[in-house]
């Protein structure tokens, strides 16, 4: 059973999926990766998303619907996406190499970082279907 949860918010503006670069650690660093972090004790996952996404990139966001399935990191890791929606601030590099936003017909030709890769099907689904607009419901 897994007792570590990491979570990636997928935050989407005008058809556009937002991806960042990781810095650390050195097998990782200059793949692409959904921004997100671990999740704290006491705290829902939704919680740790919004703060997660605050610090990395200077955003406060809402929480949204979860996206794809949950996906194995270790024995006793999960990493699991939502969508998100900004509500307030300048998305900014705090905690990553470089951000970039990135289209439905663009998301097979980045370097993900593995585990984001299990995400594909369902952001090509998403974008395809135009979502993130302002104002939507997961």
Do not use: C, F
């Not at 810095?23 to 829902?44: I, T, Y």
């Not at 990395?56 to 699991?80: C, F, Y």
């Amino acid at each position: 059973m897994p007792n570590l949860i990491v979570v990636a918010g997928a935050l989407v503006e005008h058809g556009a999926l937002l991806v960042a670069q990781r810095v650390r650690p050195p097998e990782l660093a200059g793949l692409w990766e959904l921004p997100g972090g671990k999740v704290g004790p006491g705290e829902s996952d939704e919680a740790a998303l919004a703060r997660e996404l605050q610090e990395e990139l200077g955003v406060e966001v809402a929480v949204g619907a979860r996206l794809g399935a949950d996906v194995t990191l270790t024995e006793t890791a999960i990493l699991r996406a939502y969508l998100v929606t900004r509500i307030h601030g300048v998305v900014t590099a705090h905690d990553h190499r470089a951000l970039r936003w990135v289209g439905a017909d663009e998301l097979s030709s980045v370097a993900w970082v593995p585990a984001d890769r299990a995400w594909l099907p369902d952001l090509a689904d998403h974008l395809a279907r135009g979502g993130g607009e302002q104002g939507r419901n997961g």
